[in-house]
């Protein structure tokens, strides 16, 4: 494996030659993301550069279906964070995806990440592994409702909360505690059910036909691009451990560790959107 990393604030010789020729030898790329994208969206990542935890992991489905309380707690921090989240926009990163995607070179973006910034910035061969946070879900009926208007009902339910000052998380939600046990949780306007964010909690599976669909893409993929995810949850681990097993060539751009280190021929230690600029040069001068 060719590993690089930014020293003494020059560009390495990975970013120089090796990335752009990874990217241009290959013509169906698989790429996937993570966190480490939407960092310079204002929105946090989750580890640091060992893989470990950067702040309490967040909640379970287990706990949120079986806990009124847990319930509680997370839309509480959910009405302090969406506001921030839900207006954080595409950085270079996306845009540069983006505009590899409009070359014909992407057969798949698959993100970890739920904040739909790729499809902001352009991406359209998008599937969000772990869903979408600007959608709900009601786990009895199965009705869809936009999180926008769930926000003015939390609102509505629980006045002065959102003056609380607290500050973003990872998930759209926010670092606060408090007491949360008067905090009104509103309910399915169809059927009286449960309310969930549709987005993939931990401890929580992804959808079957989800699965397949990637997997399918991963089928006429040629090569896999990582960028700004440390791999460490087995839900997006999986898709590289098997193209590794199908003798894929995998290349990854991100801070410190990942999961799929010892799968890489080509590994990149920097920002994501210094590492992928070029990308955005060769798109301004054609």
Same mark, same amino acid.
């Given at each position: 494996?060719?590993?690089s990393?930014?020293?003494?604030?020059?560009l390495?010789?990975a970013v120089i030659?090796?990335?752009?020729?990874? /990217?241009a030898? @290959?013509?169906?790329l698989f790429? #996937?993301?993570?966190a480490? *994208?939407?960092t310079? +969206?204002?929105i946090?990542d989750?580890r640091?550069?060992?893989?470990?935890?950067k702040?309490t992991?967040?909640v379970?489905y287990q706990?949120?279906?079986?806990?009124q309380?847990?319930?509680?707690?997370?839309?509480a921090?959910?009405?302090l964070?969406?506001p921030?989240?839900?207006?954080?926009r595409?950085?270079?990163?996306?845009?540069?995806?983006a505009a590899?995607?409009?070359?014909?070179?992407i057969e798949?973006l698959?993100?970890?990440?739920?904040?739909c910034?790729?499809?902001?910035?352009?991406?359209h061969?998008? /599937?969000d592994? @772990?869903?979408r946070?600007?959608q #709900?879900?009601?786990?009895g *009926?199965?009705?869809? +409702?936009?999180r926008?208007?769930?926000?003015?009902r939390?609102?509505?339910?629980?006045?002065?909360?959102e003056?609380?000052q607290?500050?973003?998380?990872?998930?759209?939600?926010?670092?606060l505690?408090?007491?949360?046990?008067?905090f009104?949780?509103?309910?399915?306007?169809?059927?009286?059910g449960?309310l969930k964010p549709d987005?993939?909690?931990f401890?929580?599976?992804v959808?079957?036909?989800?699965?397949?669909a990637?997997?399918?893409?991963l089928?006429r993929?040629?090569?896999?691009?990582?960028?700004?995810?440390s791999?460490?949850v087995?839900?997006g681990?999986?898709?590289v451990d098997?193209?590794a097993?199908?003798?894929?060539?995998?290349?990854?751009?991100n801070?410190g560790?990942?999961?799929?280190?010892?799968?890489?021929?080509l590994?990149?230690?920097?920002?994501?959107?210094?590492?992928l600029?070029?990308?955005?040069?060769?798109?301004?001068?054609?």
């Amino acid at each position: 494996m060719s590993t690089s990393s930014v020293q003494a604030g020059r560009l390495s010789p990975a970013v120089i030659t090796e990335l752009p020729e990874f /990217i241009a030898g @290959h013509r169906r790329l698989f790429v #996937v993301t993570g966190a480490g *994208c939407s960092t310079d +969206s204002g929105i946090p990542d989750y580890r640091d550069s060992d893989g470990q935890w950067k702040r309490t992991p967040p909640v379970t489905y287990q706990a949120f279906m079986g806990e009124q309380a847990t319930r509680q707690r997370y839309w509480a921090r959910s009405l302090l964070g969406w506001p921030r989240f839900g207006q954080a926009r595409p950085n270079a990163t996306h845009h540069a995806l983006a505009a590899l995607e409009a070359d014909g070179r992407i057969e798949l973006l698959l993100t970890q990440n739920v904040d739909c910034l790729h499809q902001q910035a352009g991406s359209h061969t998008v /599937i969000d592994l @772990h869903g979408r946070l600007d959608q #709900v879900r009601c786990m009895g *009926c199965e009705a869809r +409702s936009s999180r926008a208007l769930l926000q003015q009902r939390l609102l509505d339910a629980n006045p002065g909360w959102e003056t609380l000052q607290a500050g973003i998380a990872p998930d759209g939600d926010a670092d606060l505690e408090a007491d949360f046990s008067s905090f009104n949780v509103p309910t399915c306007e169809v059927c009286g059910g449960v309310l969930k964010p549709d987005v993939v909690f931990f401890g929580e599976n992804v959808p079957r036909e989800r699965v397949a669909a990637v997997h399918e893409h991963l089928q006429r993929s040629d090569a896999v691009l990582v960028v700004g995810s440390s791999l460490m949850v087995y839900s997006g681990f999986r898709f590289v451990d098997a193209a590794a097993k199908a003798g894929l060539p995998i290349a990854a751009v991100n801070l410190g560790r990942t999961r799929a280190d010892a799968l890489l021929s080509l590994k990149v230690q920097m920002p994501c959107a210094q590492a992928l600029a070029f990308l955005l040069d060769g798109a301004k001068t054609q």
